[in-house]
């Protein structure tokens, strides 16, 4: 069973940086795919960042230019780094991975973040 742990979210004014973590419990070379998706209150759930075994990645058009994903396999750690916040970006933000052996789909549990003057 994988787990996954975020951390990083916060209150932050328009403008400002917030550093998202996602925290495996296994090595996260076992997993083809590693993505954030976030869910705004009365909205659906949407992708906002992933990235392949192979080191690809890609984005949403809305955060293209001022999120980044990255992941450190030695802390088997996935990073979301967000600049120039939106109040449009606020949400809750979840890890998740897509195990490569099983296809089995994990989440975390999410971290709000708020972006509010």
């Known amino acids: 069973q994988v787990q996954l742990v975020e951390s990083g979210g916060g209150l932050v004014q328009p403008g400002g940086s917030l550093r998202l973590s996602c925290a495996a419990s296994?090595?996260?070379?076992?997993?083809?795919?590693m993505r954030w998706y976030r869910q705004a209150p009365g909205k659906q759930r949407e992708l906002v960042a992933h990235?392949?075994?192979?080191?690809?990645?890609n984005y949403a058009d809305s955060v293209k230019g001022r999120f980044t994903i990255s992941r450190d396999n030695t802390k088997n750690t996935v990073y979301l780094q967000m600049n120039s916040l939106k109040p449009e970006d606020t949400a809750v933000y979840y890890c998740?991975?897509?195990?490569?052996?099983?296809?089995?789909?994990?989440w975390g549990q999410g971290t709000q973040v708020t972006v509010s003057s």
């Open positions: 998740n991975v897509i195990a490569a052996l099983t296809l089995n789909n994990y």
């Open positions: 296994g090595s996260i070379s076992n997993f083809i795919v």
């Open positions: 990235t392949s075994r192979d080191g690809s990645t």
